[in-house]
T-cell receptor, first 114, second 114 residues
Framework: EAQVTQNPRYLITVTGKKLTVTCSQN?????MSWYRQDPGLGLRQIYY???????DKGDVPEGYKVSRKEKRNFPLILESPSPNQTSLYFC?????????????FGQGTRLTVV | AQSVAQPEDQVNVAEGNPLTVKCTYS??????LFWYVQYPNRGLQFLLK??????LVKGSYGFEAEFNKSQTSFHLKKPSALVSDSALYFC????????????FGTGTRLKVLA
């Protein structure tokens, strides 16, 4: 089954404690991205990756890092989380190129930073 | 710059009545347009997309959307709403050249009343 898997689904952490949210896709997609969803703001892109070892900032990259060492994995790293990073996070993957392919989304990670 | 507007935060409709969720967009070049649905505690699920061709696009769960180039709109419709259609709906646009970035609207909560 084609899917994007995020872990963990829920996470409560304290300010300043480094954390990683994992994302893995089994569709051999080149393009992967991270979004955060906040009420009234919709989904905003944090970082994206066009392929292995190719990453770039999205609209709200401050306080986040990513890596793309393998095609299937695209972890999101918060080096020093702060309360304003409390949000619902989604990883997505898609295949760029010819035509318009839809993005596939993970189930989401609800992060609370206290 | 690309943008998507969903003018209604919430739409209420009685079960069995037709529903419309509005979306307007701004993009240079030809747009690729998408609708996604988000159920509670779930990721975004793809409903339908417009690439080119027929202005009326049919998708999952009986939903359809009408592309109107002159009004730059892509409204989501369903002839007869179900209580189970109650969810959060997102419109998204992607440019047809260059970037593969998806721009999402702020979402519209659909409430179908029994």
């Amino acid at each position: 089954e084609a899917q994007v898997t995020q872990n963990p689904r829920y996470l409560i952490t304290v300010t300043g404690k480094k954390l990683t949210v994992t994302c893995s896709q089994n569709m051999n997609h080149e393009y992967m991205s991270w979004y955060r969803q906040d009420p009234g703001l919709g989904l905003r892109q944090i970082y994206y990756s066009m392929n292995v070892e190719v990453t770039d900032k999205g609209d709200v990259p401050e306080g986040y890092k990513v890596s793309r060492k393998e095609k299937r994995n695209f972890p999101l790293i918060l080096e020093s989380p702060s309360p304003n990073q409390t949000s619902l996070y989604f990883c997505a993957s898609s295949r760029p190129g010819q035509g318009a392919t839809e993005a596939f989304f993970g189930q989401g990670t609800r992060l609370t930073v206290v | 710059a690309q943008s998507v507007a969903q003018p209604e935060d919430q739409v209420n409709v009685a079960e069995g009545n037709p529903l419309t969720v509005k979306c307007t967009y701004s993009v240079s070049g030809n747009p690729y347009l998408f609708w996604y649905v988000q159920y509670p505690n779930r990721g975004l699920q793809f409903l339908l997309k417009y690439i080119t061709g027929d202005n009326l696009v049919k998708g999952s769960y009986g939903f359809e959307a009408e592309f109107n180039k002159s009004q730059t709109s892509f409204h989501l419709k369903k002839p007869s709403a179900l209580v189970s259609d109650s969810a959060l709906y997102f419109c998204a646009v992607r440019g047809s050249s260059g970037t593969y970035k998806y721009i999402f609207g702020t979402g519209t909560r659909l409430k179908v009343l029994a």
